[in-house]
């Protein structure tokens, strides 16, 4: 069954530094979202994104923040400057063109970790 | 504005003993309701779902969940517990839209234990 990858599944990085964080959608998916979750919190969104652009981001989303499709499988997500407040659990999330449901698919998640 | 509320941020029951995790939503339109389990150290897992077909919908390992319309209620429940079953558990709700943009709002979560 195809499932959405994200990598990497740690990522370590120290305040100030840039990270990206990298997601592959199923294939025939055309929406996708950033959610994120700090630990012992629930899981808050972040941004949804439909046909190259952004269709709705969070408060959260700052000018720190921001979602590229590079090309036509992965989907980025770039925190510029990394806070101690940015640790967290970032999933990846996809979704069929035909919205029977709204149900979004999640990735395994990227654990980033800001010392 | 949609809202999930979980009650119980923290839920024992014995093994084989019924699991109750309750869910009230809130939302100005007709919603999608979902379930997730998320296992230590691991990501998402969708349990089960609610289209606005059977009100009763069944789901992965037994699980099912009832929406009430009348009392704003997804209530998830299992008949027999299971030391598998510890995890954290999230009630989420997504609304269809005019236009292409959603997104879900998830509870805060129920994490079961499951007593010996």
């Known amino acids: 069954e195809p499932e959405v990858t994200q990598t990497p599944s740690h990522q370590v990085t120290q305040m100030g530094q840039e990270v990206i964080l990298r997601c592959v959608p199923i294939?025939?998916?055309?929406?996708f979202y950033w959610y994120r979750q700090i630990l012992g919190q629930k899981v808050e969104f972040l941004v949804s994104?439909?046909?190259?652009?952004?269709?709705?981001k969070s408060e959260i989303f700052d000018d720190q923040f921001s979602v590229e499709r590079p090309d036509g499988s992965n989907f980025t997500l770039k925190i510029r400057s990394t806070k101690l407040e940015d640790s967290a659990m970032y999933f990846c999330?996809?979704?069929?063109?035909?919205?029977?449901?709204?149900?979004?698919?999640f990735g395994p998640g990227t654990r980033l970790t800001v010392t | 504005a949609q809202s999930v509320t979980q009650l119980g941020s923290h839920v024992s029951v014995s093994e084989g003993a019924l699991v109750l995790l309750r869910c009230n939503y809130s939302s100005s339109v007709p919603p999608y309701l979902f379930w997730y389990v998320q296992y230590p150290n691991q990501g998402l897992q969708l349990l089960l779902k609610y289209t606005s077909a059977a009100t009763l919908v069944k789901g992965i390992n037994g699980f099912e969940a009832e929406f009430k319309k009348s009392e704003t209620s997804f209530h998830l429940t299992k008949p027999s517990a299971h030391m598998s079953d510890a995890a954290e558990y999230f009630c989420a709700v997504n609304t269809p839209g005019m236009n292409r943009d959603d997104k879900i709002i998830f509870g805060k979560g129920t994490r079961l234990h499951i007593l010996p």
């Open positions: 999330a996809s979704s069929p063109p035909l919205r029977s449901s709204y149900e979004q698919y």
């Open positions: 294939s025939n998916h055309l929406y």
């Open positions: 994104f439909y046909n190259n652009e952004i269709s709705e």
